[in-house]
């Protein structure tokens, strides 16, 4: 797949999706059932319509409604994104013979096993959060890293020896979800990539506000979990070619040691810095984080008080505990 086949893709596929959030925001009001049905099918639908329109193969079996486990599902998603026609020597290379049916050799293929939205409200007492839920899906890189006029190929190389036969899988699923009576929100994110990392997040946010161009906000609950399943000597061989640095705890000493002591928030605990120290240096495969306490987030006052000017600085304020196993 080339440049233009992604950019098309992105083009069409990213607005879609933010939209998809966005119904996944208003599903958590008290919407009938079959009405957020109907919505969530329609915009589903017209996602996988506009990947069509930038000349990509779309299909997928009949749309399912799973009442018992209260959600709606589109199973077997099958995308055929087509090669670059840009790329020198494309009809040479890409474009195959009669015996080969003539296919495009450097299309893309990206499979979804299932793509659900969850805790719609099909049957009572449903789950707070509705979940957009992308299970089993598979891109398969092989013609993306071999594309030498694609810019990223050779930042993404390496991976293509950690993956097998250049197949990226994993799963996706997002959770968004309000509780009218605390004015809080729920958020949850959680991304696995196979033999690479997998991430997740779990957050609830209340009294949100907008004034003079920024937010603020409660952070009543946060949960982050980072694991490294392979994608460790990828980082590695990134840092040392792009700075000329190896992967190890002594990047951490760097990052904190430019931050005031008074803004380091937990991570003045010795405790903490030796948690993320081992996972840095991959004795551990597992940092955890966690805040248990509510604190009021004002990013403007953030701003002027110094907090944002280093990245490690607001992870000190936002997670109170880090830990290498789950709590």
């Known amino acids: ?4 086949g992604l950019e098309a ?16 925001i208003f599903g958590a009001f008290d919407i009938p059932a079959e009405n957020k049905s109907r ?21 997928f079996d009949p749309i399912r409604r799973d009442v018992t486990n209260d959600k709606v599902v589109f ?17 040479q290379n890409c474009i195959g013979n009669y015996s080969e049916n003539f296919r495009d050799k450097c299309s893309t293929k990206v499979s979804i096993e299932t793509l659900s939205v969850n ?13 957009l839920e992308i299970s089993g899906f598979s891109v398969d890189l092989k013609h993306l890293l071999s594309n030498d006029n694609y810019i990223s190929a050779q930042m993404l190389d390496p991976i293509n020896e950690l993956i097998e036969n250049g197949v990226l899988a994993g799963s996706v699923k997002v959770g968004v979800g309000y509780n009218l009576g605390l004015d809080q929100f729920s958020l949850e994110l959680s991304i696995a990539l196979n033999k690479l990392a997998s991430f997740s997040i779990k957050t609830k946010l209340s009294n949100v506000k907008y004034h003079n161009n920024t937010y603020s906000f409660d952070l009543d609950e946060l949960e ?28 951490l000493l760097m990052l904190t040691a430019g931050i005031d002591e008074g803004k380091k928030g937990s991570l003045k ?19 955890f984080c966690k805040r248990g306490e509510s604190i009021r987030l004002d990013f403007s006052n953030l701003d002027a008080t110094g907090y944002l000017e280093s990245p490690f600085s607001i992870v000190g304020v936002l997670c109170q505990e880090f830990t290498n196993s789950a709590y």
């Open 39 to 59: 919505a969530v099918e329609s915009l589903i639908q017209g996602t996988l319509s506009a990947i069509r329109a930038t000349n990509s193969k779309v299909t």
């Open 9 to 24: 893709f992105s083009l069409s596929f990213l607005p879609s999706l933010i939209s998809s959030i966005w119904i996944l």
């Open 75 to 91: 199973p077997n998603i099958e995308i055929i994104i087509p090669g670059n026609k840009n790329v020198y020597n494309y009809n």
């Open 224 to 251: 982050v979990a980072v694991s490294e399943d392979g994608l460790r000597p990828f980082l590695d061989y990134q840092l040392q070619n792009t700075i000329g640095l190896e992967l190890n705890s002594g990047m």
């Open 119 to 131: 805790n719609i409200g099909l049957k009572e007492n449903r789950k707070q959060n509705v979940e």
């Open 269 to 287: 605990d010795l405790k903490n810095i030796r948690s993320i120290a081992s996972f840095i240096d991959g004795k551990s495969k597992r940092l």
């Open 1 to 4: 797949m080339g440049l233009f």
